[in-house]
């Protein structure tokens, strides 16, 4: 299993950035997926998460209403839309893939590489 993460770079606070997540090698479409992400000296934290039909999402209370997760089965493809991004957002974002189809606690069995998302104030 691959999973490729990309639209990270540089953006202003108050920007916009649509990170993608391409997935090979498993039947994407019946799992769930989740972003994660890591700034410098900290944890991996949980951002969000969407079911294997894309009609369930969670997220972090931190990215409510800012952030937004989707997904092309047709293109085994998983996206997160940042709107109104802040400094705090800035670290490495993870996409990942569960071994269940629906949204609950537990850590993902496959992960991307991640892609760095850096906000400027």
């Known amino acids: 299993v691959q999973l490729q993460a990309s639209g990270g770079g540089l953006v202003q606070a108050g920007g916009s950035l649509r990170l993608s997540c391409a997935a090979s090698?498993?039947?994407?479409?019946?799992?769930?997926m989740g972003w994660f992400r890591q700034a410098p000296g900290k944890e991996r934290e949980f951002v969000g998460a969407?079911?294997?039909?894309?009609?369930?999402?969670s997220y972090t209370d931190s990215v409510k209403g800012r952030f937004t997760i989707s997904r092309d089965n047709a293109k085994n493809t998983m996206y997160m839309q940042m709107n109104s991004l802040k400094s705090e957002d800035t670290a490495v974002y993870y996409c990942?893939?569960?071994?269940?189809?629906?949204?609950?606690?537990?850590?993902?069995?496959?992960w991307g590489q991640g892609t760095q998302v850096t906000v400027s104030s």
């Open positions: 969407i079911n294997w039909t894309g009609s369930t999402t």
């Open positions: 090698g498993r039947t994407f479409t019946a799992y769930a």
């Open positions: 990942a893939s569960y071994r269940w189809g629906t949204i609950r606690p537990g850590t993902p069995h496959y």
